[in-house]
């Protein structure tokens, strides 16, 4: 079955996500044309870890959104999909360096080892940002044609359009990547996730479409 997988994957200290299009909340116009919200703001079903059912101790759901300490591994969705698109918010602290994972084979050591990754950086503040691993880059292959990152600490939105391997990056709005790799094997979808600090209310915000 060809499907995709929505992770993050923790290499620092804190992060979260919330649902991007108010307080998770969808409306029946989006459900009908196949939206699925990946967070009930809640609690961590539809969740898991990489390589283990349940996430790692440190993800907590606080105020609507999902954070963590930090170094608690992946963070999977347990729904999988064919081609998407994902809408996210997230905002970071200074001298974060995070990202988003997707095509990702779960028999691999690491969702970093077979998915491309939309990159979430704090772009003023990291050493990282040289156009390839800078924010909303496809890291280590197609930089963002500008930075529209919000100052650190301010909400950003992306979005990511994934058709067979024509995929699309967005980030505040504005497309910054459009590649198609032409590689015409679907796997899976997961989000990565790393940095020293990432705000207050850290959140990452998925939305899932199906077509």
């Known amino acids: 079955m060809k499907r995709l997988l929505l992770a993050a994957v923790i290499a620092g200290f804190n992060f979260g996500f919330a649902q991007a299009s108010g307080p998770h909340t969808i409306t029946p116009a989006e459900l009908s044309s196949g939206w699925k919200p990946l967070f009930n703001g809640v609690n961590l079903d539809g969740w898991r870890g990489f390589k283990s059912a349940t996430p790692g101790p440190g993800w ?8 963590t300490a930090g170094h608690e591994g ?6 999988e999909f064919g081609d998407f698109e994902l ?3 997230w905002k970071v602290g200074k001298g974060s360096n995070s ?38 880059a496809m ?13 650190t600490g301010e909400w950003n939105e ?7 391997w024509k995929i ?13 790799l032409a590689s ?8 990565s996730f790393s940095g020293d600090h990432v705000g207050p209310k850290p959140v990452v915000s998925p939305d899932v479409s199906q077509h």
């Open 60 to 67: 907590k759901v606080a105020d609507g959104e999902v954070t």
């Open 74 to 79: 992946d963070l999977i969705s347990v729904g």
């Open 87 to 89: 809408n996210l918010e």
């Open 99 to 136: 990202g988003i994972l997707y095509r990702v084979g779960m028999d691999a050591a690491g969702p970093h080892e077979t998915g491309p990754e939309y990159q979430l950086l704090d772009n003023p503040n990291s050493q990282e940002n040289d156009g390839l691993h800078s924010a909303g």
């Open 139 to 151: 890291y280590d292959l197609v930089a963002p044609v500008k930075d529209y990152t919000r100052p």
């Open 158 to 164: 992306a979005r990511i359009v994934v058709r067979g």
């Open 168 to 180: 699309e990056h967005w980030l505040n709005g504005e497309k910054i990547v459009d590649v198609d």
């Open 184 to 191: 015409g094997s679907d796997v899976r979808f997961a989000c």
